[in-house]
T-cell receptor, first 111, second 115 residues
């Protein structure tokens, strides 16, 4: 089977740093993606890791360790607008193939 | 530069009726995916299509559900004889032909409510 595990909820203070972890067990692995979804909205792409290491895009960074089947999303200088659900997703096959999503982590940013 | 468009945004049906959900991918994208999301859950893959072909329908229930992506026009997800358990948000995503592209582009979703 395919499964991705991530915490269901995280709360953090405005201006702080938060890390959202994701562990996966999938039949194959070609990359780990992160998507953000605000309530009632569409998932929007944040980052993608195919190789081990850290990818940085502005306030957001994503890390992957393929040997540990583990990745995380790091959000810095949190803003209230970052309150949303964050999903990790695995591309289990090569090419344009469907994604396997985790259940999501609901991030609440408080003042 | 339009993104993925879905309509209707909200759809209410009574048990036993049919639901038709439409998706127009990003212009130039030839790959379409349908996902279903229940409240407080992640997205679950249903079906993957390219123009006129179903590539992978392993996530789609065997009965009542069908999908198409004709040569002309939007992709359609059709649910016949809807039941209360079909109530969910249905998202369509598209990606370009270029292998190695990392991102799927999602539409705003259709929220189906079955009474």
């Amino acid at each position: 089977g395919q499964s991705l595990e991530q915490p269901s909820e995280v709360t953090a203070v405005e201006g702080a740093i938060v890390q959202i972890n994701c562990t996966y067990q999938t039949s194959g692995f070609y990359g780990l993606s992160w998507y953000q979804q605000h309530d009632g909205g569409a998932p929007t792409f944040l980052s993608y890791n195919a190789l081990d290491g850290l990818e940085e895009t502005g306030r957001f960074s994503s890390f992957l360790s393929r040997s540990d089947s583990y990745g995380y999303l790091l959000l810095q200088e949190l803003q209230m607008k970052d309150s949303a659900s964050y999903f990790c997703a695995v591309r289990a096959h090569s090419g344009n193939t469907p994604l396997v999503f985790g259940k999501g982590t609901r991030l609440s940013v408080i003042a | 530069n339009a993104g993925v468009m879905q309509n209707p945004r909200h759809l209410v049906r009574r048990r036993g009726q049919e639901a038709r959900l439409r998706c127009s991918p990003v212009k130039g994208h030839s790959h379409v995916y349908w996902y279903r999301q229940l409240p407080e859950e992640g997205l679950k893959f249903m079906v993957y299509l390219q123009k006129e072909n179903i590539i992978d329908e392993s996530g789609m229930p065997k009965e009542r559900f069908s999908a198409e992506f004709p040569k002309e026009g939007p992709s359609i997800l059709r649910i016949q004889q809807v039941v209360r358990g079909d109530s969910a948000a249905y998202f369509c995503a598209s990606s370009p032909q270029d292998r190695g592209k990392r991102e799927q582009f999602f539409g705003p979703g259709t929220r189906l409510t079955v009474l």
